[in-house]
T-cell receptor, first 113, second 117 residues
């Protein structure tokens, strides 16, 4: 059974600082997603990572994937208040008919001035 | 273009009543997913459709929960004899079929907030 764990679950940062959110998954996964959720809103797709060593960057966020370690990271560079949100990672062990994504519990990020 | 549309956006019901939640996926998306998110929690997978068939129903929490999809488009999630623990936000998502669009993310609707009193 695929399980996805994120840490930390809560993160309070100061503006301008760097930090990394970790996402571990328990069995082989062929895709890894990162999503952002603002309070009261739905989920917005940030990154899709498909292969070992994949790295994607958008603004102050960079995501990477190490399939051998079953680990993905979301790195935040020089945080700003607008990045405050909950970040979810999700993995899939798609094979044949199974297509569901299993989500981590989310990391609630608060960026303070 | 239109995104995933869910209705109603809010539903308050009395314990024991049945409710139906509706999801209109993005046109052309054959994969459709239902998730449940309780307050402050992560997403709990409920059911997945590929076209009109549901190869994975493993997440449905009890036999009070059922879902169907018709015409490869609209899906309804039905909860019978609702209980207070059913209170949550029910999210629907759609995507291109995973076989042909390997890197297609799920596109989520805004959810239906269900409150059982």
């Amino acid at each position: 059974e695929l399980k996805v764990e994120q840490n930390p679950l809560f993160l309070s940062m100061q503006e301008g600082k760097n930090y990394t959110i970790y996402c571990n998954y328990s069995t082989t996964s062929d895709r890894l997603y990162w999503y952002r959720q603002d309070p009261g809103k739905s989920l917005e797709s940030l990154f899709v990572l498909l292969s070992n060593g994949a790295v994607k960057q958008e603004g102050r966020l960079m995501a990477s994937l190490d399939t051998k370690a079953r680990l993905s990271t979301l790195h935040i560079t020089a945080a700003v208040h607008d990045l405050s949100a909950t970040y979810f990672c999700a993995a899939s062990n798609y094979g044949g008919s199974q297509g569901n994504l299993i989500f981590g519990k989310g990391t609630k990020l608060s960026v303070k001035p | 273009g239109a995104g995933v549309s869910q209705s109603p956006s809010n539903k308050v019901t009395e314990k024991g009543k049945d409710v139906e939640l509706r999801c209109d996926p993005i046109s052309g998306h054959t994969a459709l997913y239902w998730y449940r998110q309780s307050l402050g929690q992560g997403l709990e997978f409920l059911i997945y459709f590929q076209g009109n068939s549901a190869p994975d129903k493993s997440g449905l929490p009890s036999d009070r929960f059922s879902a169907e999809r018709t015409g490869g488009s609209v899906s309804t999630l039905t909860i019978q004899r609702t209980q207070q623990e059913d209170s949550a936000v029910y999210l629907c998502a759609s995507s291109f079929p995973t076989e042909s669009s390997y890197n297609s993310p799920l596109h989520f609707g805004n959810g239906t907030r269900l409150t059982v009193t």
